[in-house]
């Protein structure tokens, strides 16, 4: 792909996009009909809504996402396209490496669980209760910094080491 391919109009007719768009609208509406009693999540902020207010409300966060993925093409647009077909490893490579990648998030996310729940009542996740649609409790300080302290560490100061370890493997 190059980048003169890349515009709206190759957006609009490229069938990925229109297959996304397809599937986007059925699960709209079929949450509309699975909601109508009211959504069914322990989420106390969406509980007071209106199950389609807040369906209309994700979609409009897609299409927030999507403008400022467009904003990101259009100030890129001069740049060429980056060819990442060539940095594809061999299908064993990408095979280790996938599993590797699905079990190590596995342990983090259940090892991250079992700490959370045994020492500060709650598990420790990606995201701190709340952060994404209303919180359900009220964190303390130290769990403020348990969180990020096991999150940065696992799951940003580890891959960089590792990915820095692999690049210098690698040069050398």
Known sequence: MT??????????????????VILWSIMSVSAIELTYGGIPLNIPALNQ??????????????????IGMGIVLFLTRARPFPKLDLRIPDRATAKKEAW?????VA???LTGRYLGLHFLGEGISMHLNGSVVGPTSVQSPLEVWTWAT???????????WHFAAAATRIAH
């Not at 809504?49 to 999507?66: E, G, H, K, R, T």
């Not at 096991?150 to 960089?160: D, I, K, Q, S």
Request: charged letters at 5%.
């Open 3 to 20: 980048s003169e391919k890349v515009g709206i109009v190759f957006l609009v007719r490229n069938r990925s996009v229109q297959i996304a």
């Open 49 to 66: 809504l209106n199950p389609i207010f807040a369906v209309v409300l994700s979609s409009i966060a897609i299409v927030v996402l999507l």
């Open 100 to 104: 590797s990648l699905w079990i190590y």
């Open 107 to 109: 342990l983090i996310m």
């Open 150 to 160: 096991y999150n940065g560490v696992l799951l940003a100061l580890f891959h960089t």
